[in-house]
């Protein structure tokens, strides 16, 4: 008996058997949705997890408001730590010497303040820039009711002093505007 060659083996190219692979992937445990709605390509991001999910989608603007508070917290700690009296009698308008040691302690804690911000400004978690958003807000809210406190007790109120009051209620309000905006659930697509 003559034997007959047999046909070469084909093999299953399981890439182009589009059933083939919705099993694969189903056993696997991948191309579904997980239970924050989101489709994982393969087991590896399965496990590690997303990271876009992580991704901070940052307000038009934040960047430069943190720049902008950085070197704004940087240059007036400098100030009062170097110029105690004149940065006192600036917003005041009295004088006195008592208080050199009392502004530059308040400067060495912008300066703290002030490393905050610069390492707010450098980093792409969303949690650290909202705690030093926060940061920065409860600092504007504090030093807006202590100054007022000082002009009450003082009775004496200078265009410097309104100016200041003026400014931090700004400076807290666009910094709460970006903690709140921050803090926004996105929107999933």
């Known amino acids: 008996m003559a034997s007959k060659p047999h046909p070469p083996l084909?093999?299953?190219?399981?890439?182009?058997?589009?059933v083939s692979r919705l099993k694969t992937r189903k056993i696997l445990g991948v191309g579904g949705e997980d239970d924050d709605g989101e489709v994982h390509r393969s087991k590896i991001s399965q496990m590690l997890g997303n990271e876009m999910k992580f991704a901070v989608r940052e307000p038009v603007g934040l960047r430069v408001w943190i720049l902008?508070?950085?070197?704004?917290?940087?240059?007036?700690?400098?100030?009062?730590?170097a110029f105690p009296n004149q940065l006192y009698?600036?917003?005041?308008?009295?004088?006195?010497s008592a208080t050199r040691v009392s502004v530059r302690l308040y400067g060495g804690a912008l300066l703290s303040i002030s490393l905050i911000m610069w390492n707010g400004l450098y980093t792409a978690e969303k949690v650290i820039i909202q705690w030093t958003l926060l940061t920065e807000a409860c600092y504007f809210g504090v030093q807006f009711l202590v100054?007022?406190?000082?002009?009450?007790?003082?009775?004496?109120?200078?265009?410097?002093a309104i100016l200041l009051l003026l400014s931090?209620?700004?400076?807290?309000?666009?910094?709460?505007?970006y903690y709140y905006h921050l803090g926004r659930r996105p929107k999933k697509i």
């Open 89 to 96: 009698e600036m917003v005041f308008d009295d004088q006195l």
């Open 68 to 81: 902008l508070s950085a070197v704004m917290f940087t240059v007036m700690a400098l100030m009062a730590l």
């Open 10 to 18: 084909m093999k299953k190219h399981s890439q182009t058997d589009l």
């Open 147 to 160: 100054t007022s406190i000082i002009l009450m007790e003082t009775g004496s109120v200078s265009n410097a």
């Open 168 to 177: 931090q209620v700004l400076f807290l309000i666009v910094t709460l505007a």
